[in-house]
């Protein structure tokens, strides 16, 4: 059974930094490309960025390029999204994904206020 546990969200201030996690289990993490969407308030989901297998292979949506960083840890099953000047457009339920399984986890609010 797949599982994919978000979190690490939080309410920040604009220009503060948070750091995601999503602990993967049910499948082969290391074999499989992961991705990080959201869904703003009344907003349909939205892609974030993504990456390879072995972490080669790296997507941002434009919003965030230049201020998200995706990275896996093969190792411990874990996808991470580090996200550095959040602005308030940032604020969304943050969730995992393995494209390949129809599995979503429950997500993490992050909140961008001032």
């Known amino acids: 059974q797949v599982q994919l546990v978000e979190s690490g969200g939080g309410l920040v201030q604009p220009g503060e930094s948070l750091r995601l996690s999503c602990a993967a289990s049910?499948?082969?993490?290391?074999?499989?490309?992961m991705k990080w969407y959201r869904q703003a308030p009344g907003k349909g989901r939205e892609q974030v960025a993504s990456?390879?297998?072995?972490?080669?292979?790296?997507y941002y949506a434009n919003s965030v390029k230049g201020r998200f960083t995706i990275s896996r840890d093969n190792a411990k099953n874990t996808l991470c999204l580090q996200m550095n000047s959040l602005k308030p457009e940032d604020t969304a339920v943050y969730y995992c994904?393995?494209?390949?399984?129809?599995?979503w986890g429950q997500g993490t609010q992050v909140t961008v206020s001032s």
């Open positions: 990456i390879g297998s072995f972490g080669s292979t790296l």
């Open positions: 049910g499948f082969i993490f290391g074999r499989n490309p």
């Open positions: 994904n393995a494209p390949d399984y129809a599995s």
